[in-house]
C-alpha cells in the first residue's frame, strides 16, 4: 500500500508567528499518527524559522513509542547532520536550503555537491539513518543519488503540481512523464521511490498512481486543510484519492 508521510512544519509555522508554545507541532504528529499516518516528517531549518531543536527531540520520543518512522528533513550541512547523528531518526531526508526561499525550491544537485553529499550520507548511515535525497526526475541526478550512497530518493513534484493547478494540461502532462520514467530508473537501481511537495487533492492521483513510488509526503496542503476540517478528516480524504488511483492504475 502507498504510505502517507505527514509533515507538520507549519503546525510550527502558526505557532511561531505569535511566538507562543501553541499549536504544538508534536500535538498534530499524535492526531496524524492516530489518524493512519504511516510517519511524520519534519524540517528543522538553519533559520529555525517554524520545527525547533525541541521540537526534534519531542518528535523522536513520541515516534519511537508508537513505532512509526521520522523523517528528519535537513539540509547539508555539519550542523544539521551532528544534530541527526545525536536524534538517530528512522530516516534523514538530504534537501537544498536557502535562507531567502519561502519553501524549499526544487531538487538537490547531487551531481555538482557529490563529494559533500556522499560524506554526509556515509555519516548518517552509521547510525541507522536511511537516507533520502531530496532530487529532480532527472537520469543524471538519480544515477549520483545512488553512487552517493542514498538508500531512497524523494522525487520533487512540485512543478508538476503548479502547472497541474493553473490548466496547463500538456506542459503537466510532460513532467508527469518525467517522474514516471525517474521512478522507473531509480526502481531499477535498487533505490526506494517517494515523492512529494505541493501535492494536494487535484493533484495527488496522477502522482500516486506512479507504480514503482512507496511512499508520499504531504504537509502544507493538510496543515491548511485542517483548519477547515480537523487533521483527521483531511487525511482521510488524501488516503482515500491515493488509494482509489493505485486501485484504478491495476486495473
Do not use: W
Request: with cysteine; proline share 4%.
Amino acid at each position: 500500500m502507498l504510505r502517507l508521510g505527514v509533515n507538520i512544519d507549519h503546525v510550527a509555522t502558526i505557532r511561531n508567528a505569535r511566538g507562543a508554545s501553541y499549536p504544538e507541532p508534536v500535538r498534530a504528529a499524535e492526531l496524524a499518527l492516530a489518524a493512519g499516518a504511516d510517519g511524520i516528517t519534519a524540517h528543522l531549518r538553519e533559520d529555525r524559522r517554524h520545527i525547533s531543536d525541541a521540537d526534534i527531540a519531542l518528535l523522536t520520543d513520541l515516534c519511537l513509542k508508537r513505532g512509526k518512522p521520522l523523517n528528519f528533513e535537513m539540509a547539508v550541512t555539519d550542523e544539521m547532520v551532528g544534530i541527526a547523528l545525536g536524534a538517530r531518526p528512522h530516516a534523514a531526508c538530504l534537501v537544498p536550503e536557502r535562507r531567502e526561499e519561502v519553501t524549499t525550491e526544487g531538487g538537490l544537485d547531487v551531481v555538482r555537491g557529490f563529494d559533500r553529499i556522499a560524506a554526509a550520507t556515509a555519516r548518517l548511515r552509521t547510525v541507522g539513518a536511511r537516507v533520502s535525497l531530496f532530487i529532480e526526475a532527472d537520469p543524471a541526478q538519480i544515477q549520483a543519488a545512488a553512487d552517493a550512497g542514498a538508500q531512497v530518493i524523494e522525487l520533487h513534484t512540485g512543478a508538476y503540481c503548479d502547472v497541474a493547478r493553473e490548466g496547463h494540461a500538456d506542459r503537466a502532462a510532460a513532467i508527469l512523464e518525467r517522474l514516471k520514467a525517474g521512478a522507473a530508473f531509480a526502481a531499477e537501481l535498487g533505490l526506494e521511490v517517494h515523492a512529494g511537495h505541493g501535492i494536494d487533492y487535484a493533484t495527488v492521483k496522477p502522482i500516486a498512481a506512479i507504480p514503482q513510488i512507496a511512499e508520499l509526503n504531504i504537509g502544507h496542503f493538510l496543515i491548511g486543510e485542517a483548519i477547515f476540517v480537523g487533521l483527521p478528516q483531511a487525511m482521510q480524504r488524501m488516503r482515500a484519492l491515493m488509494d482509489a488511483a493505485r486501485l484504478e492504475a491495476a486495473a
